[in-house]
């Protein structure tokens, strides 16, 4: 799968991505300090989805109907390195077409799905 990891998460869940055969790239070292829109508008132009900590994503998701190729959001009182990563381990059980397209909430305990939102061409 292709990922842009928002700043927020951080490089190092970047890199563990590509070390497990996806194509994932950083925010953080990429584009930092880009506004949120521009974030989710890079990552649609590229297919990618987006892998987060921001709420904000849900706004531009659900409120402004901003077009993406997929959303997961990681929630987590204590968010380490390797409690980020256990996140994501958690969301790629879920098959490809479950992720893509979709906005997924991750947290140490449940995974809840949205349905099929704003694919854009």
Not at 3 to 24: I, K, M, Q, T, Y
Not at 26 to 39: L, V
Not at 41 to 60: H, P, W, Y
Request: hydrophobic residues 40%; glycine residues 6%.
């Amino acid at each position: 799968m292709r990922f842009l990891v928002d700043e927020c998460v951080g490089p190092s869940v970047a890199r563990w991505l590509c070390e497990n055969n996806h194509d994932a790239k950083s925010a953080y070292e990429d584009c930092r300090g880009w506004a949120d829109e521009r974030i989710l508008e890079k990552a649609r132009s590229e297919g990618r989805v987006v892998v987060t900590m921001d709420k904000d994503f849900g706004d531009m998701v659900f409120r402004m109907k901003l077009p993406h190729c997929g959303v997961i959001l990681l929630r987590s009182g204590f968010p380490s390195i390797a409690k980020k990563i256990s996140l994501m381990q958690m969301a790629l059980t879920l098959p490809e077409d479950q992720i893509s397209g979709r906005f997924i909430v991750v947290t140490e305990t449940a995974m809840r799905i949205a349905g099929t939102l704003n694919i854009s061409d």
